[in-house]
């Protein structure tokens, strides 16, 4: 049976068409595909062609029986003319069409369009023989734009497949050239990638590593912290910093890590990246300073503080450091971001060196924008090292790779600084070289670093060396000399000299040092007021002048300059701890100046040379101070030596004066006798402090007069009762009337006791003035403070005194006059006595001839009970009345002798029931006539007490009494218990 040729162009579609599906290789699917429908269709040309900006480009072409050609744009290329657009872009684009001559030849061309995602991409043309029939009908049709339709997307495949490789390319090549550690893990700290550079530095392959747990290489001591990072990691920012020690082949190293977290499109992290650099060399030498500083500290804290400020600028430099490179650190976000994100320049040239590549950091390092430099030569290389450069660039051209060449480099301002430059050669798809990349780290702080810790180490080589020197003597001329040998070798000048400010208005040259061929600076010896204006700035630590022409100095002083050879200079004050004339805003005093002199050149002074200059100053004066301390410490010990002496002696005194209140408080105090006491006060006063007199007046503020009752005179005149009026004293009397002491001498000379000195202190207390206290002594002598103060105290002892005494008085008369009293209460006592007691017996009789008379009559126990028992009663009350009134006359008696202090009590044993039990029988009638009940409550076994009978039952009784006068009528108390 004869097969349909339509059903084989069918099949041989369908076979082209699984072909392209299922081949993942987008070259070798077109060329399969395009050989497919040439055989199928008996074509002897597959022509595809590409619509691009307005140009029809052939992609790949099949010509029988040869293999099929992929070619690029440009080889057979013309412009889209209206009759192409037409078949192109109109609906029937969809279908095939026949285009019979298309270029003259003999054969038909048939023309497919080929469309990718819904828009036209190109065409498909077959060169078919000189037959006019259409081989695609029907199912064919349908299979061929099928299968178009594949080779379409197969071709743009492939198109994003160059790009892609080229980008692959491209990003392998900075990833193997980056000299950081480059790291993926999963979120179970498997390695999934590793570069080149992470593998070097552990000494292993990327076999050995991948799959492999990164735990493994870590220090066991920073094992927990790094496990925390990837818990860290999985929440916002998705990043951190961290440093951390590993384990390598040649031992432990540090690494600086800047690691995030690689997120899928769900936003869930899946991977982590981590971008590391060997921070070793920086620990070390923090570590390394760090040792250094607490030596420096140590050291320094033995003679001064001065090297503290030396301290603090090392610590500073060394957090700037750090700040740096966890500021480069930072830069590192994302692997897609990962040139612009890099802490390193990174910079890629085409072969003729323009710049195709410039990210932010080397934008940051070299100043250049982007927009100043793509497509420009690399404007980094400095000139003097641009045959260098190029040198460098060619061998990079040829494959070779440099790692960590250290390299000066010029920034946009012109400053130089030191990179180190690690190269690749960036490669085609034909592994043609096809430009460099670079990668360049700033090291110019680490260089800074490392020179300044030489220098460093050099100045406090230089600095200890100074201070033992000035330290073995405390002679001032020794150390000045000493200073400016120092400063001139070390500093490599011609003159070094001090200059000292003597007075206010001169100074001198006290020491100087001169290399050969340099003259002395005698000149130097100038009034003080030309040196300030020539070093007026005394606001900077040193003053330093590179060339005095090129210094804002005016004519004078250049030309004062020129007469001492000078070029060039430093100027250091020496300021010293001392308040005096010339003061600086934090109290120091300027001691003088130390100057270093370049005579033959100008000279550019480096900072480490200022600084040194400005430390030695420091110690210098330093070493001034303890000097003038020490003679000054000599000087003080003197002065406190004497004045020892001094004070012992006022110390013997005040023990004396202090001896001396005590007898005449003692003597005071044990007498209220008011003559006695002034008379010792006087006396002992007079004779303590030695004067030629003393003497103690009373007042008497109603007369306004003042008496001298009592006074002690060696060498001068009495003057016992003399009277004087105080309103003819009334400046004095004021004074001492307000409780002030008041000390005077005489201005024209006193009758009678001559030129003398006096001292009047008043005798007062919280109750006013009672007099005063006068010493006299010889014109020359002043009263001292502390006799002052004693003659002070002891008017206090006699005003005391005194006013003790008056009372004593006053209290004696008191006494005697209720002793009167006393004496005539008892004579009242013993005659009421005597009345009271008469009339009472008269009663009694009475009372008992009434009792017999009313018996004798039948009046109280006759028939008629009514009659018996009213007179009964009457009697009754009459007889309990004249017992009260008995009992209060003997009340008033016992009062009396008690208050004579006559008593003396019989103590007897008496049982209390015995006592209690009466008292409260006797009281029964009255409670029940006051409609009172009464009764006793006793606790048993009561003990026997020693009491006097008549006292106790007198207190009982005048408790119930209370009781039964003190509870309302009908109340069931009083209770006796």
Same mark, same amino acid.
């Given at each position: 049976m004869t097969e349909n040729p339509q059903d084989c162009i069918i099949h041989d579609l369908v076979e082209a068409t699984s072909g392209l599906l299922q081949n993942p290789d987008a070259t070798g699917a077109i060329s399969q595909a395009l050989k497919q429908i040439g055989l199928a269709l008996n074509a002897s040309q597959v022509i595809v062609y590409q619509l691009e900006n307005e140009q029809i480009h052939q992609r790949a072409a099949w010509v029988a029986p040869e293999p099929v050609t992929l070619a690029g744009a440009g080889s057979d290329s013309f412009p889209l003319s209206p009759q192409w657009r037409d078949r192109l872009f109109v609906p029937s684009a969809?279908?095939?069409?026949?285009?019979?001559?298309?270029? #003259?030849?003999?054969?038909?061309?048939? %023309?497919?369009?080929?469309?990718?995602?819904?828009?036209?991409?190109?065409?498909?043309?077959?060169?078919?023989?000189?037959?006019?029939?259409?081989?695609?009908?029907?199912?064919?049709?349908?299979?061929?734009?099928?299968?178009?339709?594949?080779?379409?997307?197969?071709?743009?495949?492939?198109?994003?497949?160059?790009?892609?490789?080229?980008?692959?390319?491209?990003?392998? #090549? %900075?990833?193997?050239?980056?000299?950081?550690?480059?790291?993926?893990?999963?979120?179970?700290?498997?390695?999934?990638?590793?570069?080149? *550079?992470?593998?070097?530095?552990?000494? !292993?392959?990327?076999?050995?590593?991948?799959?492999?747990?990164?735990?493994?290489?870590?220090?066991?001591?920073?094992?927990?912290?790094?496990?925390?990072?990837?818990?860290?990691?999985? *929440?916002?920012?998705?990043?951190?910093?961290?440093?951390?020690?590993?384990?390598?082949?040649?031992?432990?190293?540090?690494?600086?890590?800047? !690691?995030?977290? %690689?997120?899928?499109?769900?936003?869930?992290?899946?991977?982590?990246?981590? +971008?590391?650099?060997?921070?070793?060399?920086?620990?070390? *030498?923090? @570590?390394?300073?760090?040792?250094? /500083?607490?030596?420096?500290?140590?050291? +320094?804290?033995?003679?001064?503080?001065?090297?503290?400020?030396?301290?603090?600028?090392?610590?500073?430099?060394?957090?700037?450091?750090?700040?740096?490179?966890?500021?480069?650190?930072?830069?590192?976000?994302?692997?897609?971001?990962?040139?612009?994100?890099?802490?390193?320049?990174?910079?890629?040239?085409?072969?003729?060196?323009?710049?195709?590549?410039?990210?932010?950091?080397?934008?940051?390092? &070299?100043?250049?924008?982007?927009?100043?430099?793509?497509?420009?030569?690399?404007?980094?290389?400095?000139?003097?090292?641009?045959?260098?450069?190029? +040198?460098?660039?060619?061998?990079?051209? =040829?494959? !070779?790779?440099?790692? /960590?060449?250290?390299?000066?480099?010029?920034? =946009?301002?012109?400053? +130089?600084?030191?990179?180190?430059?690690?190269?690749?050669?960036?490669?085609?798809?034909? $592994?043609?070289?096809? #430009?460099?990349?670079?990668?360049?780290?700033?090291?110019?702080?680490?260089?800074?670093?490392?020179?300044?810790?030489?220098?460093?180490?050099?100045?406090?080589?230089?600095?200890?060396? @100074? =201070?033992?020197?000035?330290?073995?003597?405390?002679?001032?001329?020794?150390?000045?000399?000493?200073?400016?040998?120092?400063?001139?070798?070390?500093?490599?000048?011609?003159?070094?000299?001090?200059?000292?400010?003597? $007075?206010?208005?001169?100074?001198?040259?006290?020491?100087?040092?001169?290399?050969?061929?340099?003259?002395?600076?005698? $000149?130097?010896?100038?009034?003080?007021?030309?040196?300030?204006?020539?070093?007026?700035?005394?606001?900077?630590?040193?003053?330093?002048? /590179?060339?005095?022409? =090129?210094?804002?100095?005016?004519?004078?002083?250049?030309? &004062?300059?020129?007469?001492?050879?000078? !070029?060039?200079?430093?100027?250091?004050?020496?300021?010293?701890?001392? *308040?005096?004339?010339?003061?600086?805003?934090?109290?120091?005093?300027?001691? #003088?100046?130390?100057?270093?002199?370049?005579?033959?050149?100008?000279?550019?002074?480096? @900072?480490?040379?200022?600084?040194?200059?400005?430390?030695?100053?420091?110690?210098?004066?330093?070493?001034?101070?303890?000097?003038?301390?020490?003679?000054?410490?000599?000087?003080?010990n003197l002065t406190l030596e004497r004045q020892v002496q001094e004070r012992t002696a006022q110390l013997q005194r005040a023990l004396q004066f202090e001896a001396m209140l005590k007898r005449i408080a003692d003597k005071v105090r044990d007498s209220l006798d008011e003559n006695q006491i002034l008379q010792a006060a006087v006396e002992e006063l007079a004779l303590g402090l030695q004067v030629n007199g003393c003497n103690t007046s009373l007042y008497n503020l109603q007369e306004g007069t003042s008496t001298i009752y009592y006074e002690y005179a060696k060498g001068i005149p009495a003057s016992l009762g003399r009277v004087a009026h105080l309103d003819n004293f009334r400046e004095l009397y004021d004074q001492l009337l307000h409780g002030q002491y008041c000390q005077f001498c005489s201005i024209e000379p006193n009758p009678v006791r001559g030129r003398v000195v006096m001292l009047a202190c008043p005798i007062f207390d919280d109750q006013g003035v009672l007099g005063d206290l006068w010493l006299v002594h010889q014109m020359d002598y002043a009263f001292s403070e502390l006799e002052v103060r004693l003659v002070q105290q002891v008017a206090n002892q006699c005003a005391i005194a005194l006013r003790q005494a008056h009372l004593y008085q006053a209290s004696q008369a008191q006494v005697q006059e209720l002793q009167k009293l006393d004496r005539l209460k008892d004579e009242f006592m013993s005659s009421v006595q005597h009345e009271l007691r008469t009339p009472m017996t008269n009663m009694k009789v009475a009372i008992q001839m009434l009792n017999i008379q009313l018996s004798r009559a039948g009046l109280l126990d006759n028939g008629d009970s009514k009659t018996s028992s009213k007179v009964g009663h009457y009697l009754k009350i009459l007889q309990d009345e004249w017992q009260r009134e008995l009992r209060l006359i003997n009340d008033l008696l016992e009062w009396q002798r008690l208050d004579r202090d006559r008593t003396h009590l019989n103590l007897e044993p008496l049982a209390l029931e015995f006592c209690l039990s009466q008292a409260v029988e006797r009281f029964r009638e009255r409670a029940t006539h006051r409609n009172q009940t009464l009764h006793l409550e006793l606790a048993p076994h009561l003990p026997i007490v020693h009491t006097e009978p008549e006292t106790l039952e007198g207190i009982i009784s005048e408790l119930l009494t209370n009781a039964c006068k003190y509870t309302p009528p009908g109340d069931r108390d009083p209770f006796a218990r």
């Open positions: 969809a279908h095939p069409w026949v285009e019979p001559s298309l270029s #003259g030849e003999a054969q038909t061309a048939w %023309i497919v369009p080929i469309q990718v995602d819904d828009r036209p991409w190109g065409c498909l043309r077959l060169l078919l023989g000189s037959t006019a029939e259409n081989p695609l009908r029907g199912e064919a049709c349908q299979s061929a734009i099928a299968l178009l339709d594949c080779l379409g997307s197969a071709i743009a495949r492939r198109q994003q497949e160059v790009p892609l490789r080229e980008s692959e390319e491209r990003y392998r #090549g %900075i990833i193997e050239s980056q000299q950081d550690l480059i790291i993926r893990l999963d979120l179970q700290g498997h390695f999934t990638f590793v570069n080149d *550079a992470y593998c070097h530095f552990f000494g !292993k392959r990327r076999e050995e590593l991948i799959g492999c747990i990164f735990l493994t290489l870590i220090h066991d001591e920073d094992l927990l912290k790094t496990l925390k990072t990837i818990e860290i990691l999985q *929440a916002p920012p998705y990043r951190l910093s961290l440093e951390q020690r590993v384990i390598t082949a040649q031992g432990d190293r540090w690494i600086g890590w800047e !690691k995030y977290a %690689i997120r899928n499109p769900h936003g869930q992290v899946v991977e982590i990246q981590a +971008v590391g650099r060997d921070i070793t060399r920086a620990k070390l *030498a923090e @570590m390394r300073l760090s040792r250094l /500083n607490e030596e420096l500290e140590f050291k +320094v804290q033995e003679r001064t503080q001065e090297l503290a400020q030396a301290n603090w600028q090392l610590r500073r430099e060394r957090t700037e450091l750090r700040r740096t490179e966890a500021a480069l650190r930072e830069t590192n976000e994302a692997l897609e971001v990962l040139i612009d994100s890099s802490p390193a320049a990174i910079i890629t040239l085409d072969r003729q060196g323009r710049v195709k590549t410039w990210n932010h950091a080397a934008q940051d390092i &070299f100043g250049w924008t982007q927009a100043e430099v793509l497509a420009k030569p690399l404007p980094i290389v400095p000139p003097e090292f641009e045959q260098q450069g190029e +040198v460098l660039f060619n061998q990079a051209l =040829q494959g !070779k790779v440099f790692k /960590n060449l250290e390299l000066p480099r010029q920034r =946009q301002d012109g400053s +130089v600084i030191d990179v180190t430059l690690s190269t690749a050669p960036l490669k085609n798809e034909q $592994g043609e070289i096809v #430009g460099v990349m670079g990668v360049l780290t700033d090291i110019t702080t680490r260089k800074q670093a490392e020179l300044a810790l030489q220098q460093l180490l050099q100045r406090e080589r230089l600095l200890r060396s @100074m =201070q033992e020197r000035i330290r073995r003597s405390l002679n001032l001329d020794e150390i000045l000399e000493t200073t400016v040998q120092e400063v001139r070798h070390s500093l490599q000048a011609e003159r070094v000299l001090i200059y000292q400010i003597q $007075g206010e208005t001169r100074g001198a040259v006290v020491v100087e040092s001169a290399g050969s061929g340099t003259s002395q600076s005698q $000149g130097y010896e100038v009034l003080l007021p030309r040196i300030y204006d020539l070093h007026s700035d005394y606001g900077s630590p040193v003053w330093a002048i /590179n060339d005095i022409y =090129q210094a804002r100095l005016t004519s004078s002083q250049i030309a &004062f300059l020129e007469q001492l050879q000078v !070029k060039a200079k430093l100027v250091a004050p020496l300021w010293i701890g001392d *308040a005096s004339a010339s003061e600086n805003s934090s109290g120091n005093r300027l001691w #003088g100046l130390l100057m270093v002199h370049q005579c033959s050149t100008p000279r550019t002074w480096q @900072m480490m040379e200022i600084d040194l200059l400005e430390q030695l100053a420091q110690r210098v004066a330093i070493a001034i101070h303890q000097s003038e301390l020490y003679h000054n410490i000599q000087t003080l």
